[in-house]
């Protein structure tokens, strides 16, 4: 944490000249490196810092009240390394072990990998690639394909596995023309036909982590929730300070007392207090059940992954209300690119987006809350 608030002040002064440059900037992704936040969730025997949930939720809240594409970058990267818990150790130690390591990719599968004596030969084109052009070492979901025919498991799906390569050996394509999260380089990323040693693949649904440690036995997409909801709540925090900032100061048209004096703005800030608040509380809530259950040993049950889950989208959509309610009472001054309203609120949206906080997160986890039977292979 106290690596992430001596990084604060520059991330936010040049928050502007990420979202121009529409990725971080090189020597900024260098400084998140060296202070060893992208190292947060990788096992401490590699040199990892093999964080509790609790503080990587805290720390990227802290990066993205800076800068919300900051944050996002982090956490991509600090996820993407979780992986590192269930590799080889020798072959863990050789991607993870180096401190300015920069990670990223992409679950989805969108790739194929042709299993081959000793590995896998990988093409695919994988979007949503956040932070990749600062990364060492790149990942993608490949479906596997034998003899011809994707490989199913016992349920029926296909098998997918991560397969990672060096990041000089894929192509970065731009596609980030967004308008949100500009400043995280999102675009794609691509392989034709390159050799990836068999090794050098994980599966995150079926593989055990070879590393101990109760960290190694919480969910992986539930981390990837908590993840996009420290960033959202960050964010919005940083909205309800830009909002005050600016409603001690302006007077609307037509008034004569500051934004602040109006009942509208006190009424909405307190339910945008309120709001996050409660949201940030049930999150940490559910955090610290999931955590209490992953250091019995005994695995994390379907209900308590479900409860992270809801927490985390609840969160997320939660502050993205918190700041577009924030953004309304700037009125006409939080239009102009000189505020840093407007870009909050574009960011708070795009994180909406995603799918491990969207709208069918709902029904995943009502299922479980009514007792249905649920697939809990993506909770």
Same mark, same amino acid.
């Given at each position: 944490?106290?690596?992430?608030?001596?990084?604060?002040?520059?991330?936010?002064?040049?928050?502007?000249?990420?979202?121009?440059?529409?990725?971080?900037?090189?020597?900024?992704?260098?400084?998140?490196?060296a202070a060893g936040l992208f190292r947060m969730l990788i096992p401490g025997d590699l040199g990892g810092l093999e964080c509790a949930p609790a503080d990587i939720v805290a720390v990227l809240e802290r990066l993205a009240r800076a800068d919300a594409s900051a944050g996002w970058c982090t956490m991509i990267a600090a996820t993407t390394a979780y992986q590192s818990g269930f590799l080889d150790k020798a072959?863990?130690?050789?991607?993870?072990?180096?401190?300015?390591?920069?990670?990223?990719?992409?679950?989805?599968?969108?790739?194929? *990998?042709?299993? $081959?004596?000793?590995?896998?030969?990988?093409?695919?084109?994988?979007?949503?690639?956040?932070?990749?052009?600062?990364?060492?070492?790149? %990942?993608?979901?490949?479906?596997?394909?034998?003899?011809?025919?994707?490989?199913?498991?016992?349920?029926?799906?296909?098998?997918?596995?991560?397969?990672?390569?060096?990041?000089?050996?894929?192509?970065?394509?731009?596609?980030? #023309? $967004?308008?949100?999260?500009? /400043?995280?380089?999102?675009?794609?990323? &691509?392989?034709?036909?390159?050799?990836?040693?068999?090794? =050098? %693949?994980?599966?995150?649904?079926?593989?055990?982590?070879? &590393?101990?440690?109760?960290?190694? #036995?919480?969910?992986?997409?539930?981390?990837? *929730?908590?993840?996009?909801?420290? $960033?959202?709540?960050?964010?919005?925090? &940083?909205?309800?300070?830009?909002?005050?900032?600016?409603?001690?100061?302006?007077?609307?048209?037509?008034?004569?007392?500051?934004?602040?004096?109006?009942? #509208?703005?006190?009424?909405?800030?307190?339910?945008?207090?309120?709001?996050? =608040?409660?949201?940030?509380?049930?999150?940490?809530?559910? $955090?610290?059940?999931?955590?209490?259950?992953? /250091?019995?040993?005994?695995?994390?049950?379907?209900?308590?992954?479900?409860?992270?889950?809801?927490?985390?989208?609840? &969160?997320?959509?939660? *502050?993205?209300?918190?700041?577009?309610?924030?953004?309304?009472?700037?009125?006409? %001054?939080?239009?102009?690119?000189?505020?840093?309203?407007?870009?909050?609120? =574009?960011? *708070?949206?795009?994180?909406? #987006?995603?799918?491990?906080?969207?709208?069918?997160?709902?029904?995943?986890?009502?299922?479980?809350?009514?007792?249905?039977?649920?697939?809990?292979?993506?909770?």
């Amino acid at each position: 944490m106290q690596a992430a608030e001596a990084l604060c002040p520059e991330l936010a002064a040049r928050a502007a000249e990420a979202e121009a440059g529409r990725c971080q900037p090189t020597d900024l992704a260098g400084k998140i490196a060296a202070a060893g936040l992208f190292r947060m969730l990788i096992p401490g025997d590699l040199g990892g810092l093999e964080c509790a949930p609790a503080d990587i939720v805290a720390v990227l809240e802290r990066l993205a009240r800076a800068d919300a594409s900051a944050g996002w970058c982090t956490m991509i990267a600090a996820t993407t390394a979780y992986q590192s818990g269930f590799l080889d150790k020798a072959i863990a130690r050789e991607i993870y072990g180096p401190k300015d390591g920069i990670y990223g990719g992409v679950f989805a599968p969108m790739g194929r *990998a042709v299993v $081959v004596s000793g590995g896998y030969r990988v093409s695919g084109r994988w979007a949503w690639a956040s932070g990749s052009a600062n990364c060492s070492w790149l %990942s993608g979901g490949c479906q596997i394909v034998e003899d011809g025919d994707v490989r199913t498991l016992p349920g029926g799906i296909p098998d997918s596995r991560m397969l990672l390569f060096p990041a000089a050996e894929a192509e970065l394509i731009d596609t980030w #023309q $967004v308008a949100g999260l500009a /400043g995280t380089g999102s675009g794609d990323m &691509a392989v034709k036909d390159l050799f990836v040693p068999a090794a =050098r %693949s994980v599966s995150l649904l079926h593989d055990e982590a070879t &590393a101990d440690g109760p960290l190694y #036995q919480f969910p992986t997409f539930g981390l990837l *929730a908590l993840g996009i909801a420290a $960033v959202a709540i960050g964010n919005a925090r &940083a909205a309800i300070d830009d909002l005050r900032a600016l409603a001690a100061a302006k007077t609307p048209q037509g008034s004569r007392r500051a934004l602040a004096q109006r009942g #509208q703005a006190q009424s909405e800030t307190a339910r945008a207090e309120a709001g996050l =608040r409660s949201a940030r509380a049930f999150l940490f809530e559910a $955090v610290d059940a999931a955590w209490q259950a992953a /250091g019995t040993g005994g695995g994390i049950s379907i209900p308590v992954r479900a409860e992270l889950r809801l927490a985390a989208t609840h &969160a997320t959509r939660t *502050a993205a209300e918190v700041t577009r309610a924030m953004y309304d009472l700037g009125g006409g %001054s939080a239009l102009f690119l000189t505020s840093p309203l407007q870009r909050r609120f =574009r960011d *708070a949206h795009a994180m909406t #987006q995603h799918m491990m906080v969207a709208p069918p997160s709902y029904e995943l986890t009502g299922r479980v809350f009514l007792g249905l039977e649920t697939d809990a292979t993506f909770l």
